[in-house]
C-alpha cells in the first residue's frame, strides 16, 4: 500500500450554520448541497456553529482559505436603516411581514456578529468569498449597501403592474421560478452562457428562499443580473474576482445548488455547478499563495538564525511596525540586518535580500559609496 502524503492539507471554508429547533431542542445545520459542491470540487468545509460567543473565538478557525454564507435569518434592519424614514413599510406592513415570514423575520444578533467579522475579515485579507441569499446580503450591508426589509411589498410600490415578479412560492418551495437576465461580461453570465445561447431573450429561471433583498448596491461592486421587477439578482467585485489568482468577492440572490429537478437531481443548468467549481478554484489558489508566503517566512527565519548564529546578536535587529506594533515579519524588508561588523559575502547579501531583507551598509551599497566618493575626489583634484 503507497505511503500517503500526510503533510497535504485540503483548503479549508468556513461556513456558519442556521440554528432550528427539533424535539425541543436548538440544533445547528448546513445545507448538505453545498457540502457536497465545496468537497467534490477539493476543498473541505468546516462549519462553524452559530452558538453564543462565537464571534469572539473565530482565529480559531485558522487556517481561512475561504467563506461560505447561505442561509439563515433576515439582518438586523439596524445594520443598515439609519432611521425610520428609511423604511418604506409601515408598523402594520412590518406586522404583515413577520406573519408571512415567521421563520426569517427573527433577528439572530449571534450569527449577524458572526458572518459580519467573517466578511470583514475577508476583505480585510482577500480571502475568497461566496455569498448565497442572505450571505449576499450581509456581504452588501458591510460593504455600505441597504436591503429591501420585504421585496413583494416595497417594489409593488414602485414597479409597473406588468413587470412584477413572484419572487417566492410557498406552495412550490423548490420548484417555484421566475426570471433574470444575466448582465454580459460578468462572471454569471459566463457561467451560464451555454444555457442563454439556446433562450433569445438572454433568460434563465432561478429560485428564490428570502422575502429581503438588495436595495442600494454597495459602491464597490457591479451587477450580475436583473430580475424583471428590477432587483439585483447578482454582483461582484471585478477588482476582486480572478478564481486563477485567488480572488471571489461575489453575492447571488438565488440559490445555483438548489436548482434542480424534481424528478432527479441534476442541475437545471450546467452553470449552477460552475460557480461553486469556481469558488474553490479561487479558495485552491488562494491556499498555493498564502502557502508560498509561509515558505518565504520560514526561510526567511531559517536564514536569520544562521546569520545569527554567525554574527553578533547585537548586529540583527527586528523592526517594528508602529501601526501595529507588531514585527514586520511579513512584510517586505521585514527583517534589517545592520552589517557594519558584519562580514558577510555578496552571494550571502543577495540571498537575504532576495528573501525581502534589508541589509544596511552593505558589500554593494560601500562599494558604491566608495566609487562615488572617488569619483567626487578625482573631479576636485
Known amino acids: 500500500m503507497p505511503a500517503q502524503n500526510t503533510s497535504f492539507q485540503y483548503p479549508r471554508v468556513l461556513i456558519v450554520s442556521r440554528r432550528s429547533v427539533r424535539k425541543n431542542k436548538f440544533i445547528d445545520f448546513v445545507g448538505e448541497y453545498h457540502l457536497d459542491l465545496i468537497v467534490s470540487y477539493g476543498a473541505v468545509p468546516i462549519i462553524v456553529p452559530r452558538v453564543s460567543g462565537v464571534h469572539k473565538m473565530l482565529e480559531s478557525f485558522e487556517p481561512i482559505h475561504g467563506v461560505l454564507l447561505c442561509e439563515g435569518e433576515d439582518i438586523d434592519p439596524s445594520l443598515y436603516e439609519h432611521t425610520k424614514a428609511s423604511n418604506n413599510l409601515s408598523p402594520e406592513e412590518l406586522e404583515e411581514v413577520r406573519k408571512s415570514h415567521a421563520d426569517d423575520t427573527a433577528i439572530d444578533k449571534e450569527k449577524d456578529s458572526i458572518e459580519l467579522k467573517l466578511v470583514k475579515l475577508c476583505l480585510k485579507r482577500g480571502i475568497p468569498y461566496f455569498g448565497i441569499c442572505r450571505g449576499s446580503q450581509i456581504l452588501n450591508v458591510a460593504c455600505g449597501g441597504t436591503l429591501y426589509q420585504d421585496i413583494g411589498k416595497e417594489l409593488s410600490k414602485t414597479c409597473p403592474k406588468n413587470l412584477r415578479v413572484s419572487h417566492m412560492d410557498y406552495s412550490n418551495y423548490d420548484g417555484h421560478r421566475h426570471t433574470i437576465n444575466p448582465v454580459e461580461n460578468t462572471p454569471l453570465h459566463k457561467w451560464f452562457k451555454s444555457s442563454l445561447g439556446q433562450n433569445p431573450s438572454g433568460e434563465i429561471s432561478v429560485n428564490s428562499y428570502h422575502h429581503q433583498g438588495v436595495k442600494k448596491l454597495a459602491n464597490r461592486f457591479v451587477p450580475m ?38 424528478d432527479s437531481d441534476d442541475f437545471d443548468y450546467p452553470g449552477c455547478s460552475l460557480v461553486y467549481e469556481d469558488f474553490v478554484k479561487a479558495v485552491i489558489a488562494y491556499q498555493n499563495k498564502v502557502n508560498i508566503k509561509s515558505e518565504k517566512r520560514r526561510t526567511l527565519n531559517r536564514s536569520f538564525s544562521i546569520m545569527s548564529n554567525d554574527t553578533d546578536s ?46 544596511r551598509n552593505s558589500n554593494l551599497a560601500r562599494f558604491k559609496l566608495n566609487q562615488k566618493e572617488h569619483t567626487v575626489s578625482v573631479l576636485k583634484g
Open 314 to 359: 547585537n548586529s540583527c535587529q527586528w523592526i517594528h511596525n508602529p501601526r501595529t506594533k507588531e514585527p514586520r515579519l511579513e512584510a517586505k524588508e521585514a527583517l534589517i540586518l545592520e552589517s557594519d561588523d558584519v562580514v558577510l559575502s555578496f552571494q550571502q547579501e543577495t540571498r537575504l535580500m532576495e528573501m525581502g531583507a534589508t541589509v
Open 225 to 262: 443580473a436583473f430580475a424583471p421587477d428590477g432587483l439585483i439578482e447578482g454582483f461582484y467585485d471585478p477588482n476582486a474576482y480572478n478564481p486563477q489568482e485567488g480572488k471571489f468577492l461575489v453575492g447571488l440572490q438565488f440559490h445555483p445548488e438548489r436548482m434542480r429537478r424534481l
